[in-house]
């Protein structure tokens, strides 16, 4: 499988891909924005992820996506069949993290499962 993790990541962490946020955009934004920029990143990264996988994949087999938490340091993998991915992402404001794991201001735990936690943000 094509390494779906690594494309996405900023460029300051991982040599040899051009992050989608430069260093100096990253920058300027505040705190909270750059957070949920990182957020984002890891988002389109799961988008990619099961995009690649869905050809392959029976819909009861777990997926290892990527925690979407605000922490840009998490390495931390959710375990999802894609049936749960595509049921968390219909609603746009939700995400998927290891339970715990550090949420932006004002987003809320939504639900607990197993292991984890569904995030929804404010409007
Ligand atoms: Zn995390």
Redesign the pocket.
């Given at each position: 499988m094509r390494n779906v993790y690594a494309a996405d990541r900023p460029a300051d962490q991982v040599c040899g891909f051009g992050g989608v946020v430069g260093v100096k955009t990253r920058l300027m934004m505040n705190r909270d924005a750059r957070l949920e920029e990182n957020q984002h990143v890891f988002r389109s990264a799961n988008e990619r992820l099961s995009g690649v996988v869905e050809a392959g994949v029976v819909s009861a087999d777990p997926v290892p996506f990527l925690?979407?938490?605000?922490?840009e340091e998490?390495?931390?993998r959710v375990d999802l069949t894609l049936d749960e991915y595509r049921e968390l992402r219909s609603h746009e404001r939700q995400f998927v993290?290891?339970h715990g794991?550090?949420r932006t201001e004002g987003e809320e735990v939504v639900a607990e499962r197993n292991g984890y936690d569904i995030t929804k943000k404010p409007s």
């Amino acid at each position: 499988m094509r390494n779906v993790y690594a494309a996405d990541r900023p460029a300051d962490q991982v040599c040899g891909f051009g992050g989608v946020v430069g260093v100096k955009t990253r920058l300027m934004m505040n705190r909270d924005a750059r957070l949920e920029e990182n957020q984002h990143v890891f988002r389109s990264a799961n988008e990619r992820l099961s995009g690649v996988v869905e050809a392959g994949v029976v819909s009861a087999d777990p997926v290892p996506f990527l925690c979407e938490c605000a922490d840009e340091e998490c390495m931390g993998r959710v375990d999802l069949t894609l049936d749960e991915y595509r049921e968390l992402r219909s609603h746009e404001r939700q995400f998927v993290m290891l339970h715990g794991h550090a949420r932006t201001e004002g987003e809320e735990v939504v639900a607990e499962r197993n292991g984890y936690d569904i995030t929804k943000k404010p409007s």
